[in-house]
């Protein structure tokens, strides 16, 4: 009778696996939180002089002065957006 033996991973295989795993982890997770905060503010930064480039043409195509409120948006934290009077209030 021929024995035929199982094969599998053992449980220190398995826990060795996720130390190794969770070790990466730790090391890679600072580096990815820097770039997302980056991709964060790079965002913020061309959100914000978009809102500016298009009050600037508005100026330009009604000519006159326009003012730009730029606001938080309450329901999305990474949002802005803008509202654009001209010194009138007319908008």
Known sequence: MKVRRVSGF???ELVVAMAVAM??????LPAFLRAYHSYQL???ATQVADIVRLTRYEAIRLNKTV??????DATDPTMTYASMTD???IR
């Open 67 to 72: 003012n730009c409120v730029i606001r938080p």
């Open 87 to 89: 010194v009138n209030g």
């Open 10 to 12: 053992s449980l220190t």
């Open 23 to 28: 070790i990466l982890m730790a090391v890679a």
């Open 42 to 44: 790079n965002n913020a």
